[in-house]
T-cell receptor, first 109, second 118 residues
Framework: NAGVTQTPKFQVLKTGQSMTLQCAQD?????MSWYRQDPGMGLRLIHY???????DQGEVPNGYNVSRSTTEDFPLRLLSAAPSQTSVYFC????????FGPGTRLTVL | AQTVTQSQPEMSVQEAETVTLSCTYD???????LFWYKQPPSRQMILVIR??????QNATENRFSVNFQKAAKSFSLKISDSQLGDAAMYFC???????????????FGQGTILTVHP
């Protein structure tokens, strides 16, 4: 039982590049979500999903896309990275985000 | 919209002493959950304790306990017998308990950095 896994752990992008942050959970949770953590602002919700095929926007969705084709996976896509997206990204799973992944530190130059 | 405020950016405590971290929140809901998360330098988010708004009794988990004042919308965390391993950033968080999509939505405070002195 691996819990919530995220890849990669670190990533550096140039402005305008695209990439996908991967998130997977093996606990059969319906609820999964993505947060970003910025200094002095706590964690803010980007997108969330209540099951395969169902996603919705959180507090800061602009610049990010998600899809949920399986219960296990919930990838977060940055279509055209911007320096403002430099942050630490967390995937969470379970009711109220009971389980968090280890995070991805993303730097956009 | 719900908001969560942690007014103490930093706190410190001596090892074996007790420290209390403050959190206030604003909501028009009556049914909700409150949480405290710990984030050590490893960056991992760890759920420390949770409180359901409809429960009168304050939650306790070993050395961690909360003081939940629903009318005042206050939710403080007390750490007793502080240990060096308690040093971390602590986040207070809120979510509605309305079912459906609300289960996936946490609102976090800004965090409090706790330093434990030997």
């Amino acid at each position: 039982n691996a819990g919530v896994t995220q890849t990669p752990k670190f990533q550096v992008l140039k402005t305008g590049q695209s990439m996908t942050l991967q998130c997977a959970q093996d606990m059969n949770h319906e609820y999964m979500s993505w947060y970003r953590q910025d200094p002095g602002m706590g964690l803010r919700l980007i997108h969330y999903s209540v099951g395969a095929g169902i996603t919705d926007q959180g507090e800061v969705p602009n610049g990010y896309n998600v899809s949920r084709s399986t219960t296990e996976d919930f990838p977060l896509r940055l279509l055209s990275a911007a320096p403002s997206q430099t942050s630490v990204y967390f995937c969470a799973s379970g009711p109220g985000g009971s389980y968090f992944g280890p995070g991805t530190r993303l730097t956009v130059l | 919209a719900q908001t969560v405020t942690q007014s103490q950016p930093e706190m410190s405590v001596q090892e074996a002493e007790t420290v209390t971290l403050s959190c206030t929140y604003d909501t028009s809901e009556s049914d909700y959950y409150l949480f405290w998360y710990k984030q050590p330098p490893s960056r991992q988010m760890i759920l420390v304790i949770r409180q359901e708004a409809y429960k009168q009794q304050n939650a306790t988990e070993n050395r961690f306990s909360v003081n939940f004042q629903k009318a005042a919308k206050s939710f403080s965390l007390k750490i007793s017998d502080s240990q060096l391993g308690d040093a971390a950033m602590y986040f207070c968080a809120y979510r509605r308990n309305a079912g459906g999509t609300s289960y996936g939505k946490l609102t976090f405070g800004q965090g409090t950095i706790l330093t434990v002195h030997p």
